[in-house]
C-alpha cells in the first residue's frame, strides 16, 4: 500500500492531517470543526479532490466537536466526490459528533464506519465483487 503524509494544517483548535493509502486520501481533523475552523478542513478535502483521489475518507476518531458549518463542508466534499466517481467516508466518530450526524439525518447521506481500516477495505471489497 502507499502510504504517506501528504499534507497537514493546524489553527489553535483544529489539526487535519492527510495521507494516501493505496487509491484512498485518509483525512484526520483533530479538534473542533466550526465556523472559524472549516476551512482547514475544506481545503484539504479539496486539494484531495484536484489531485484525483475521490475517495475520501475522513478519520473522526479526534474530531471532538462539529458544528453545521463543519457539516457542510463534508457535504460538499461529497457531493464533489461522487461527481468525480468517489465517496466520503465517515471513520470512529465520537458520539457527541454522531449525534449531531443523528439530529441532522446526515448520517444517512454518509457512508459511516466503525473504523479507517473498515472504510478503507469497504472499497475493495466492492470491487471484488461479482454481480
Same mark, same amino acid.
Given at each position: 500500500?502507499? %502510504? +504517506?503524509?501528504?499534507?497537514?494544517?493546524?489553527?489553535?483548535?483544529?489539526?487535519?492531517?492527510?495521507?494516501?493509502?493505496?487509491?484512498? @486520501?485518509?483525512? $484526520?481533523?483533530? +479538534?473542533?470543526? !466550526?465556523?472559524?475552523?472549516?476551512?482547514?478542513? %475544506?481545503?484539504?478535502?479539496?486539494?484531495?479532490? #484536484?489531485?484525483?483521489?475521490?475517495?475520501?475518507?475522513? !478519520? &473522526?476518531?479526534?474530531?471532538?466537536? &462539529?458544528?453545521? $458549518?463543519?457539516?457542510?463542508?463534508?457535504?460538499?466534499? %461529497?457531493?464533489?466526490?461522487? #461527481?468525480?466517481?468517489? +465517496?466520503?467516508?465517515?471513520?470512529?466518530?465520537?458520539?457527541?459528533?454522531?449525534?449531531?450526524?443523528?439530529? $441532522?439525518? @446526515?448520517? #444517512?447521506?454518509? $457512508?459511516?464506519?466503525?473504523?479507517?481500516?473498515?472504510?478503507?477495505?469497504?472499497?475493495?471489497?466492492?470491487?471484488?465483487?461479482?454481480?
Amino acid at each position: 500500500m502507499d %502510504r +504517506g503524509t501528504v499534507g497537514s494544517a493546524q489553527s489553535g483548535r483544529l489539526l487535519v492531517e492527510v495521507r494516501q493509502e493505496g487509491s484512498s @486520501a485518509v483525512v $484526520t481533523p483533530a +479538534g473542533e470543526l !466550526d465556523h472559524h475552523t472549516a476551512d482547514l478542513l %475544506r481545503e484539504p478535502l479539496e486539494d484531495c479532490l #484536484a489531485k484525483g483521489l475521490s475517495r475520501l475518507v475522513v !478519520d &473522526c476518531t479526534r474530531l471532538e466537536f &462539529c458544528d453545521s $458549518t463543519g457539516l457542510n463542508v463534508l457535504l460538499g466534499a %461529497r457531493l464533489k466526490a461522487e #461527481a468525480a466517481g468517489g +465517496g466520503v467516508h465517515l471513520a470512529g466518530m465520537l458520539p457527541v459528533v454522531a449525534r449531531v450526524f443523528e439530529i $441532522t439525518g @446526515a448520517d #444517512a447521506v454518509f $457512508t459511516v464506519h466503525a473504523t479507517v481500516d473498515e472504510a478503507l477495505s469497504d472499497g475493495h471489497d466492492q470491487r471484488d465483487v461479482d454481480g
